[in-house]
């Protein structure tokens, strides 16, 4: 079965510290990529996509995430998180021909300290 | 302000009850889905409608039942709550299949 992966479950930054959230996907043909972030109480956002050509796609609040298809892999990077960072992340993948239904990773929570 | 709008926020019910979770969008988006979210699961796809008057079966859909009549509206109706049920759900929807999904603010349902 299709599945995504996310490797951490929790993670906890001080400020200034770099981010890496991992996320690999099972799905060996053409695929769409997504990352949303939950904010404490609130509903998902997207961060950033992924559907073609440059695979290191920039998103907002200084997010970017590489794809890397050899690898299955799709994670999310920030050079220096902020306190309002805090926050879960969730990878989506979303297989060709799959009548656009998102398959989500079980989210890795971010917790940054001040 | 265009988005989606669910209703309600919030709901306790007692188990064998029929409840119906509202959601509307006015972004005249084609495609609509209803997720459930609950913790350490990530979210999982209930029912989905690739255009108004289709639908279909995502990962969870048994206990669930949608509709969708019209472009603004997906309502989800649980026949006769069970506990497992407890749930926050999410509904979504995209301009197309494949495009991003934009989210509602959920609702938060407990089955006693």
């Known amino acids: 079965a299709q599945s995504v992966s996310q490797h951490n479950h929790h993670v906890i930054l001080s400020e200034a510290a770099s981010l890496e959230l991992g996320c690999n996907y099972s799905?060996?043909?053409?695929?769409?990529l997504f990352w949303y972030v939950q904010y404490p109480g609130q509903h998902l956002q997207l961060l950033l996509k992924y559907f073609s050509g440059d695979p290191l796609v920039k998103g907002i609040k200084g997010f970017e995430a590489e794809f890397i298809k050899s690898k299955f892999s799709f994670n999310l990077r920030k050079p220096s998180v902020q306190w309002s960072d805090t926050a879960e992340y969730f990878c989506a993948v979303n297989p060709a021909g799959s009548q656009g239904n998102l398959i989500f990773g079980k989210g890795t929570k971010l917790s940054v300290k001040p | 302000i265009a988005g989606i709008t669910q209703a309600p926020t919030s709901q306790i019910l007692a188990a064998g009850r029929r409840m119906t979770l509202r959601c509307t969008q006015d972004?005249?988006?084609?495609?609509m889905y209803w997720y459930r979210q609950d913790l350490g699961l990530g979210l999982r796809l209930i029912h989905y409608?690739?255009?108004?008057?289709?639908?279909g079966k995502g990962e969870v859909p048994d206990g669930y039942s949608v509709s969708r009549a019209n472009t603004d509206d997906f309502p989800l109706t649980l026949a006769s709550a069970v506990p497992s049920q407890t749930s926050v759900y999410f509904c979504?929807?995209?301009?197309?299949?494949?495009?991003?999904?934009?989210f509602g603010d959920g609702t938060r349902l407990s089955i006693l």
């Open positions: 409608s690739n255009t108004a008057g289709t639908t």
């Open positions: 799905y060996g043909g053409t695929v769409n």
């Open positions: 972004m005249r988006h084609n495609a």
């Open positions: 979504a929807s995209s301009m197309e299949i494949n495009q991003p999904q934009h």
